[in-house]
């Protein structure tokens, strides 16, 4: 059965009257771990969900299963019914608007049919790749290969269905050498035969490979190159405390007060942008609202942050169809395909050579926001952190934890890499949804690192 | 498993029913109210010493032999990865349900609406409150396991739990408090009951108050200070620098592409010293109440207690049967959980709990500090890959002034190391003051999983910490 069948299936058998949406979601995956140049765990899942949302006088329940008979598909609704009506009379109006129109979604390129067959022999001989490029260097290789294929639906009591189907595949590779230092390449894509197993392990190994001692930096502010995953964790950052429309509406984002102002430099140009050549593109968001371009920051000026429809009533404005759960999250809306626009740089080398000292990192890990209001947010280094002397990459430095504020860092950026790339962390909690951002590795003037790592 | 018998070195299956619920409301109005059920089947062979894992939505026969044949077909596509034999465990057989006093799921939407439209009203009561949020949670899983080595048993496991966010702002920023913790409240493996407990309404008005106290406060001055910590905050710096450092499939270097390894090693037990003679650590499994109490975990291993620190010494990891016997211990820990059936096992925490001191009350604990600060609920939180180095942050901090507590601090933060960090503990509350705070948001594993567990601890004293670092 398809997710748009299935949706249309639990809507039919919700009780009727009102507005109700369905939002279905069938996952098809493979992922295979390995560490130590082995591998470890395999996980393959096969399941479908529908969740049912009712609106009541502006106030949505919502109820979910994954059986597909008549009998459960009518108990979702009855539950999310029941919830819808206890809340209408507990709560008087709620300030929900309903599922209303939307346009109907572009198509896209966001399947492929390879990735969909998700083909272990294929990802056990991705890890083979990965084990002879570390064992060239002398150094063990540790990571994931993934693919997936993920049918959506979504289906409203006006009547329409939207559907989509998408595929995509993720590689990591972090090689650790005999010192302990480590390295790190990944790369995600719609097709599984973009991914190259090879580059990517032979990237990690080459990291991990150097044997010079590690400089200790204190902590301070330095100028900084930052790859391209290590912006995408940034990006990923801000996008919870600055574009994020709940709190922006309730005056605790970054950018109250500042849409329309400068925050970054004016060679920054960041937009979320759903069918970006080499993104993971979708559709419409689980409200069934299509999904378009949205520039956030032109030129370095702010310009808007994204809503689903609950915040987006929250703010007097439309849904911009990033809506994670229909009725919305606690957390709010956040931006699912960022866009960093590159710049002029050949390489990273080219971005390197002005630094008289500073730090290349490869990867940011364990980000958090410490204060959204204020883009404060905390990372620390990981797999390739460099120290750059007289325009040169010289030697590994040490990790540091980056303490600082995520639009400062963009404000300092005094160039960026032509080249664009798709980079995602991979991470596939709950049912698969994987996104990632498309950006460039920049070099900024003055990042604060707060602390020395171990 | 009968189908499994002879196609694997081992394997065994897991048939899981997950309910859950959860309303909030956020000023005045619904934020939330969600109900789900799902049900699957996941079954994990171990073929060469690789473990091969399939889940599915259909907890059928037919299912759970579909899920099998992929199991066995993802497995054996790979090389075969010579791992070390399980540590033995007698077949758990039995069933047994965790405590639950009142069904949550009993209880009517109008009285969860109405418990939290009292905390609403009285939080909003605050003038200058800009958000005001009240929400309730309650999570029933049911778990039928099944083993080659002839295990069978079934669980029951009820969580319920809830909490208060109050968050102020004005033209300076914003400042939130929380209550009883941040992240989903204070959540329990208990019945409804534990929410009534925790009486949010009455707790409101001080949550609400010192919300918007927090917008004139002084921030937190850096430096290094005496650092008081209690309930979630300690709690968390136990999960993140303790808990997460001794998993033995990090030190193994089997997450290190993800979750990362550990500054700790196999061989470190006995000698490594982690922290003060104060220190003294147990994961235990059986906490009553605990969200990492199992009667058995997700391979069949009973819930126990594992000495992980004594007297500041390393003395036990967090392990799995297989993790076991690769470093030679005769048993697991029984810490294998999975997030529903659609995630295998892997090596989580069990309660890992700071045992208590000596040092009486917080209130003695406060009267015996000259100088230093007491920081209450967790903001922020971010450490490295090895375990070492930690950053938090914290909603509130109270001066501490010759014994006594002080203004009100706004912003605190604080960083470390964690073997320096546990060394300067120098004083641990007594058993009067011990208490569960829970983690329901731990993520690990690859595709993610998300674990809940809880964290026993009285308040503790740490001399010499880095304050004011963000």
Not at chain 1, 119 to 131: I, K, R, S
Not at chain 1, 337 to 355: K, Q, S
Request: glycine residues 12%; hydrophobic residues 45%; negative net charge.
């Amino acid at each position: 059965m398809s997710a748009a069948e299935l949706a249309e299936r639990a809507l039919e058998a919700a009780p009727a009257g009102g507005d109700a949406l369905a939002h279905a979601e069938a996952e098809r995956s493979l992922m295979l771990r390995f560490a130590r140049s082995r591998p470890t765990q395999s996980t393959a899942v096969s399941d479908a969900s529908v969740e049912v949302a009712v609106v009541r006088e502006g106030h949505v329940g919502r109820a979910s299963t994954n059986a597909a008979d008549d009998e459960a598909l009518a108990a979702c609704g009855a539950r999310a019914a029941a919830a819808a009506d206890a809340a209408a009379r507990a709560g008087g109006p709620g300030p929900f608007p309903g599922f209303g129109p939307s346009p109907a979604p572009r198509s896209h390129e966001g399947h492929d049919r390879e990735t969909a067959r998700l083909d272990p022999a294929t990802g056990a001989a991705a890890l083979e790749v990965a084990f002879a490029a570390a064992a060239d260097r002398g150094v063990e290789a540790h990571g994931v290969w993934t693919a997936g294929e993920v049918d959506r639906a979504v289906a409203t009591s006006a009547g329409r269905t939207v559907s989509e189907r998408v595929a995509d595949a993720f590689m990591k590779v972090v090689c650790i050498g005999p010192t302990g230092r480590s390295g790190y390449a990944s790369a995600a894509a719609v097709a599984v035969a973009d991914i190259a197993p090879a580059a990517l392990a032979g990237r990690a190994a080459a990291l991990a490979a150097v044997e010079d001692e590690p400089a200790e930096l204190p902590p301070g502010e330095y100028p900084v190159v930052l790859e391209a995953a290590a912006v995408g964790e940034l990006l990923e950052l801000l996008g919870r405390c600055a574009f994020n429309g709940r709190l922006h509406a309730e005056g605790q984002g970054a950018l109250v007060g500042r849409l329309g102002t400068r925050v970054a430099a004016p060679a920054i140009n960041l937009s979320d942008s759903p069918r970006f050549p080499s993104t993971l593109p979708r559709g419409f968001d689980a409200e069934g609202v299509a999904k378009a371009p949205l520039p956030l920051i032109e030129d370095g000026v702010a310009h808007a942050v994204v809503h689903d429809m609950a915040s987006g009533a929250l703010a007097g404005e439309r849904s911009t169809g990033h809506a994670s759960a229909p009725g919305g999250e606690s957390f709010g809306p956040v931006p699912s395909n960022l866009v960093l626009v590159g710049g002029g740089a050949a390489d990273v080398a080219e971005l390197a050579a002005p630094v008289e000292r500073g730090i290349y990192v490869t990867r940011l890990w364990y980000g958090n926001v410490v204060r959204a209001d204020e883009a404060l947010v905390t990372a620390v280094t990981r797999d390739g952190t460099f120290l750059i002397e007289d325009g040169e990459i010289v030697r590994p430095a040490a990790d540091m934890r980056l303490t600082d504020d995520a639009l400062s860092v963009l404000a300092g950026v005094q160039a960026l890499a032509a080249r664009a790339e798709l980079v995602s962390d991979g991470e596939l909690y709950g049912r698969r949804f994987a996104r990632g951002s498309v950006c460039p590795a920049i070099r900024s003037g003055a990042v604060r690192f707060s602390g020395r790592v171990g | 498993m009968g189908a499994a018998a002879g196609r694997a070195d081992y394997a065994d299956a897991r048939l899981v029913r997950t309910r859950h619920e959860r309303v909030g409301l956020r000023d005045g109005a619904i934020e939330a109210l969600e109900r789900g059920e799902d049900e699957g089947v996941g079954v994990r062979v171990r073929v060469g010493g690789a473990w091969g894992f399939a889940a599915c939505g259909e907890p059928t026969r037919a299912g759970a032999e579909r899920a099998l044949a992929r199991a066995l077909e993802v497995a054996r596509s790979q090389r075969p990865a010579g791992g070390a034999e399980l540590a033995p465990e007698p077949p758990a057989r039995g069933e047994r349900s965790g405590p639950c006093e009142e069904d949550p799921f009993a209880v009517s939407l109008e009285d969860k609406l109405e418990l939290l439209a009292a905390a609403d009203a009285a939080l909003r009561a605050q003038p200058g409150l800009a958000v005001a949020r009240s929400e309730l949670s309650a999570l029933s899983t049911d778990v039928e396991f099944a083993s080659t080595e002839g295990a069978l048993f079934h669980r029951r496991l009820t969580e319920c739990g809830a909490g208060l966010v109050a968050t102020a702002v004005n033209e300076e920023g914003a400042q939130v408090r929380s209550w009883p913790a941040s992240h989903g409240g204070s959540v329990a493996q208990a019945g409804f009951e534990h929410v009534r407990r925790l009486d949010l309404s009455a707790a409101a008005p001080r949550v609400a108050e010192e919300a918007v106290a927090l917008l004139s406060a002084p921030p937190c001055p850096a430096g290094l200070q005496t650092l008081l910590l209690a309930d979630e905050q300690l709690g968390l710096q136990l999960h993140e620098s303790v808990g997460h450092a001794v998993e033995l499939d990090r030190v193994l270097g089997r997450e290190a592409s993800y979750a990362g390894t550990s500054f700790v090693s196999a061989h470190d037990i006995g000698s490594l010293r982690y922290g003060s003679e104060l220190m003294n650590v147990t994961a235990d499994g059986t906490s009553p109440g605990g969200l990492g109490t199992l009667p058995w975990d997700d391979e069949g291993v009973e819930g126990q207690a594992v000495p992980i620190v004594r007297e500041g010494l390393l003395r036990g990891f967090l392990s799995s049967r297989e993790t076991a016997a690769e470093i030679g211990l005769e048993r697991s820990g029984g810490c294998m959980r999975a997030d529903g059936f659609a995630r295998q096992p892997l090596v989580r925490m069990t309660n890992v709990n700071l045992e208590p001191g000596g040092a009486g009350t917080l209130e003695d604990l406060i009267a015996d500090t000259d100088s230093g600060v007491l920081l209450d609920t967790n903001r922020s939180w971010s450490i490295d890959s090895h375990r070492l180095q930690f950053q938090f942050g914290a909603e509130a901090a109270w001066e501490i002034r010759d014994g006594r507590l002080g203004r009100l601090l706004r912003n605190p933060t604080y960083a470390g190391v964690t073997p320096r960090f546990w060394g300067s503990l120098d004083a641990v509350c007594s058993a009067s003051e011990w208490r569960l705070a829970s983690v329901v948001n731990c993520g690990k594993g690859e595709p993610g999983q998300v674990a809940r567990v809880s964290h026993g601890s009285a308040p503790a004293r740490f001399r010499g910490v880095e304050m004011g670092v963000a």
